[in-house]
């Protein structure tokens, strides 16, 4: 039985972006898969989740400053009340 999958793009340079390589000097590579992880859910739910940063660090087994921090700290998504998307999944998304 064949399993749907679906994939989005990746930019094969993302690591040489400078908000990514301020998030990994300070989160080292967890902070970068942490990142992907975000990026990931984002597109599972229409580029809008709550930002529920304990129940993400429970989901991912880190720690909610760190998801606070990813989230927050580099520019990287963009916060809305209680929820938050990201740019450029919202861009690929309308693609």
Do not use: P
Not at 32 to 37: D, K, L, M, P, V
Not at 51 to 76: P, Q, R, V, W
């Amino acid at each position: 039985m064949a399993k749907d999958t679906f994939y989005f793009s990746h930019d094969f340079n993302s690591r040489q972006d400078e908000k990514i390589k301020k998030l990994i000097r300070k989160h080292k590579m967890h902070g970068y898969g942490i990142f992907w992880a975000i990026i990931e859910d984002l597109y599972n739910n229409a580029n809008d989740l709550e930002a529920d940063y304990e129940g993400i660090a429970f989901d991912y087994h880190t720690d909610e400053n760190t998801i606070k921090s990813i989230i927050e700290d580099f520019d990287l998504f963009v916060i809305d009340g209680n929820n938050f998307g990201s740019k450029s999944v919202e861009r690929r998304l309308d693609e």
